[in-house]
C-alpha cells in the first residue's frame, strides 16, 4: 500500500491518494494537503466543510458527495465551488483525510 | 520523432484526464434528459469543465413553464416493459412520471428545475440552441435565468473547443 508524509507523520493512501485511514489524519495536516491542490490558505468556510466532512465519513463510513455537501453543510454549492474549484467532495475529502466519496450525484 | 515515441510510451500506462466536456441535450423525456444532467453535473465534482448545450426538445429543460412537466415516454419506449396500447392510455404517461419522480426522490437525485439551478451553480455553462429557439419560436424571456446565451451550431463549437462533445 502506497504511503506519504504529511506534516512530518506518514501515513496511507490509495493509488489517488486518497487517505485509507482517516484516523490517521490531524488538523495540522490540513494545510499542507490543501496547498497540495492549489488552495493556498484555509478560510473559515473551508473548515466548515472539511469538519461536515470528517463527521459525515465517522457517521456514515463515507463522505457527502456535492448534493449532500450543498444540502446540509450549510455552504451552497456556488460558494462549494468557489472553495475547491477543483471539484468540492473530491478534493474536500483530500483535504480532510477520508477516502473519495462515491456517488453520481 | 524518436522523443515524441518515448513520450507516448512514458504515458502509455496513464491516459490524459479529460479536462473539458460539452454536453448536448436534444430530448425532452425525463430518461431522455437525467444521463445528460448527470454527466454533466459529475463533471464538475470531477473539476471538468463542462458546458450544457440544449437542442431540440432539449428547450424544455431551460424552458420556464415546461422543466418542472418533463415526462417519461411510456409509448413506444421498450424499456418501460409495458405493452403500446397501456402506455397509450390516457394519463398513463403522468402515473409513471410520478413513480418515477418518487423513486427518483428516495435516491435524493434533485428534480429538473432543481439539478439544472444546481448544475448551473457549479459553474456550467447553459446554451440554447439558435434553430431550436427559431423553431419553436421561443425567446429568451420563455428561458430560465440560468441560460447564458442562445447560440448558434458555430459557436457551440467554439465553445466546446479543446473537449470532448456528448450527445444525448
Partial sequence: MPTKTVAGVTVDVNDEGFFTDPSQWTEEMAPELAREEGIDSLTDPHWTVIRFMRKEQAEKGTGPTVRGLGKTSGVTVKELYQLFPKGPAKIAARVSGIPKPRGCI | ?168
Wanted: include cysteine; aromatic fraction near 8%.
Fill in chain 2, 1 to 168: 520523432m524518436n522523443s515524441q515515441i518515448g513520450e507516448q510510451a512514458a504515458t502509455a500506462g496513464q491516459p490524459d484526464p479529460i479536462e473539458k466536456v460539452s454536453v448536448i441535450i436534444s430530448q425532452g423525456s425525463l430518461e431522455g434528459v437525467y444521463p445528460g444532467l448527470i454527466m454533466a453535473n459529475g463533471a464538475r465534482a470531477e473539476g471538468i469543465e463542462a458546458n450544457l448545450f440544449f437542442t431540440f426538445f432539449g428547450l424544455d429543460v431551460i424552458h420556464a413553464k415546461r422543466h418542472e412537466h418533463i415526462k417519461v415516454a411510456s409509448v413506444g419506449n421498450p424499456g418501460m416493459h409495458m405493452a403500446t396500447w397501456l402506455g397509450g392510455v390516457p394519463g398513463m404517461s403522468s402515473v409513471m412520471t410520478h413513480m418515477m419522480q418518487k423513486q427518483i426522490a428516495e435516491l435524493d437525485i434533485p428534480s429538473i428545475p432543481e439539478f439544472v439551478e444546481m448544475i448551473s451553480d457549479t459553474g456550467a455553462g447553459m446554451y440554447a440552441c439558435k434553430a431550436s429557439v427559431d423553431l419553436f419560436k421561443m425567446e429568451k424571456s420563455d428561458l430560465i435565468d440560468q441560460v447564458q446565451d442562445i447560440i448558434t451550431v458555430g459557436e457551440f463549437y467554439d465553445i466546446a473547443a479543446g473537449g470532448h462533445i456528448i450527445f444525448t
